[in-house]
């Protein structure tokens, strides 16, 4: 087939603007292989976990949550067995029963049977003091006539005396017995009963810890115990993670965190949520420790540079996060 003079014009520069075009796609190709690759920061997902413990010792009669199950603040986690505790309170409301009716002896004064019994006393023995007066009156007068000795006079007076002061004695006792015990006695007596009242409240409150109740409500994360196994005081049983509260921690070497300053936001995304992309603000910044020997700045080699852990919020929590989860920051963003 015969080709035109035209036709074979063209094709030169058709040949030289493909040349042009290929050398321009190889040379961009090198300028983007001598850039330096997109700084990228990976943090991991985390959320408030709590570890619920128990106040006493006790063995596990029965759990009541499983791993994954969704709870409130109040709701049961486990029951625990313990006749140590039962024992304990049994000893501390018999105490408190004998405490209180001490205070209200001490509050009510003596029965009315041994008031009754005091003021019979008192006036027998005023009656006995006044024989005793008429009786040293009549020796007295007998005297005055000399008709009996002065020693008959003076013992009649010490009878007299003496019967006397056994009917004040007798009066104080009916009066004590009518007026009651004293203010402090019924003080004293009033504190010890809410002394040990306090300590039948405290045996209470552990007896209240056997049903161990979640005091967050979340997500139970671990359950650490099974049934028939004794759990020791203050020892963690189950973990409840609260998915509500969450942020992402990354660990940012010093020449790279002002791209984190505090207050700032970022762009990260999810892989483990099909790459979605969540805005986040920083809320603590603060250095790592140390684990090697600092050595002296030289310009020339470098210098050690400091990593500080960066936390950052969710404007709203994350639907489907979970702690663990990577979260991808790219340095440019």
Sequence with gaps: MNRSPSSLRRMPWALFVVAVLLLVFVLWGFWRAAQPPVPYFQGQMEARETDVAPKVAARIARVAVTEGQQIRAGDLLLEMDSPEVRAKLAQAQAAQEAAQAVADKARHGARPQEVAMARLTWQRAQAAADLARTS???????????????????????????????????????????????????????????QVAAVVAEVQAAEAEIQLASPVGGEVAKVLVQPGELSPQGVAVVTVVDLQDQ???????????????????????????????????????????DFATWRTTRGSQGFDARTFEVRARPAQPIPGARPGMSVLVEGGK
């Excluded at 007068?141 to 056994?166: C, I, M, P, Y």
């Excluded at 009917?167 to 809410?194: F, I, L, W």
């Design 136 to 194: 040293y009156q009549r020796v007295q007068s007998l005297f005055d006539q000399g008709l009996v000795s002065a020693q008959k006079r003076d013992e009649a007076h010490t009878n007299w005396r003496a019967a006397q002061a056994q009917a004040d004695a007798a009066h104080a006792q009916y009066d004590m017995a009518a007026s009651g015990a004293r203010a402090e006695d019924q003080t004293a007596a009033a504190a010890q009963a809410r």
């Design 247 to 289: 942020w992402v921690v990354l660990n940012v070497r010093e020449d790279a965190l002002s791209r984190f300053a505090l207050g700032s936001r970022f762009t990260g995304q999810l892989p483990a949520l099909q790459g979605r992309e969540v805005e986040f603000t920083v809320s603590y910044v603060a250095v790592l420790p």
